[in-house]
């Protein structure tokens, strides 16, 4: 009697492999099919703005002070018109941040920012 339940829990545990795996090829197949039936469609592009939005950049900085400097000019650097392009600094340091954040706020705004 022992011997014949063994025989049916491995045989059960086979058969549930069995069909994990087999269900595992079958949506393997299936993505496949997808992917050939729908590779040929164009993907249409997004539209290009007729005029572009004005974009805020936020600058979360706590004691940055030999970050900032550089953070700053890669901003100011951004492919985008300087018109639409507003830059905040979120600072709340407690070191000499705010100052250097300062100067280079003004180096920024005599550059048109």
């Not at 300087?82 to 003004?106: F, G, H, K, N, P």
């Amino acid at each position: 009697m022992q011997g014949s339940l063994g025989y049916v829990i491995w045989t059960a545990c086979y058969l549930a492999v069995l069909l994990g795996l087999s269900a595992y090829g079958v949506h393997r197949y299936f993505i496949i099919y997808l992917f050939l039936k729908n590779r040929k469609r164009a993907v249409v592009p997004a539209g290009r703005f007729r005029q572009l939005p004005r974009v805020t950049v936020q600058l979360p900085i706590f004691n940055e002070i030999y970050v900032v400097k550089r953070l700053l000019r890669s901003v100011s650097e951004l492919d985008y018109p300087r018109e639409l392009l507003q830059i905040q600094v979120l600072d709340d340091s407690t070191d000499d941040t705010r100052e250097v954040t300062a100067s280079c706020a003004e180096e920024l705004r005599q550059r048109g920012f």
